[in-house]
T-cell receptor, first 113, second 115 residues
Framework: AQSVTQPDIHITVSEGASLELRCNYS??????LFWYVQSPGQGLQLLLK??????LVQGIKGFEAEFKRSQSSFNLRKPSVHWSDAAEYFC???????????FGAGTRLFVKA | GAGVSQTPSNKVTEKGKYVELRCDPI?????LYWYRQSLGQGPEFLIY????????DSGLPNDRFFAVRPEGSVSTLKIQRTERGDSAVYLC?????????????FGPGTRLTVL
């Protein structure tokens, strides 16, 4: 069965510092992988997605993620964090042959001045 | 254009009552999804529709939960004999097509509180 693990419940980074949020997945075949962001009072928004091809994926708001099959990971990165990036981030995995999406428990990002 | 809308935004009910939660997808979107998000957790898949039919309802927790999409647009999630454990934010999403690569667009959610 598919599953997603986000090992960090919360992370605090200074504004302007780099960011990496971890995500590990479990799935037998090549998965579809997603990162979403959820800001207070707002709906989930897709940051980026990986299906195949280049393992480094660029997304919106300056985010990128790298798919590493050998580590079953899909970590999210940003070179310089802005205060407006403070939010909850969710990694998710989808299976081929269907539209069911499984989400991780999320990582809350705090940004300090 | 308009995004996914959900009504009501908040619903407070008493244990044992019946509730209906409504989702209006983006116009023209074929697929519609329901998720449940409990406090401190990620969204949990409940069901998705391709057109009018439920293509995968494996996430519905028990037979108290039921969802319909009779005309392939608006969907209603129905919960019978509500329990306190049903308290959560119920999220709806829609996507243009039915491929795994199609982006899901989420609504703001309905916060359900069962007293």
């Amino acid at each position: 069965a598919q599953s997603v693990t986000q090992p960090d419940i919360h992370i605090t980074v200074s504004e302007g510092a780099s960011l990496e949020l971890r995500c590990n997945y479990s799935y037998g075949a090549t998965p579809y992988l997603f990162w979403y962001v959820q800001s207070p009072g707002q709906g989930l928004q897709l940051l980026l997605k990986y299906f195949s091809g280049d393992t480094l994926v660029q997304g919106i708001k300056g985010f990128e993620a790298e798919f590493k099959r050998s580590q079953s990971s899909f970590n999210l990165r940003k070179p310089s964090v802005h205060w407006s990036d403070a939010a909850e981030y969710f990694c998710a995995v989808g299976a081929t042959g269907g539209l069911k999406t499984i989400f991780g428990a999320g990582t809350r990002l705090f940004v300090k001045a | 254009g308009a995004g996914v809308s959900q009504t009501p935004s908040n619903k407070v009910t008493e244990k044992g009552k019946y509730v209906e939660l409504r989702c209006d997808p983006i116009s023209g979107h074929t697929a519609l999804y329901w998720y449940r998000q409990s406090l401190g957790q990620g969204p949990e898949f409940l069901i998705y529709f391709q057109g009018t039919g439920a293509a995968d309802d494996s996430g519905l927790p028990n037979d108290r939960f039921f969802a319909v999409r009779p005309e392939g647009s608006v969907s209603t999630l129905k919960i019978q004999r509500t329990e306190r454990g049903d308290s959560a934010v119920y999220l709806c999403a829609s996507s243009l097509g039915t491929r795994e690569t199609d982006t899901q667009y989420f609504g703001p959610g309905t916060r359900l509180t069962v007293l």
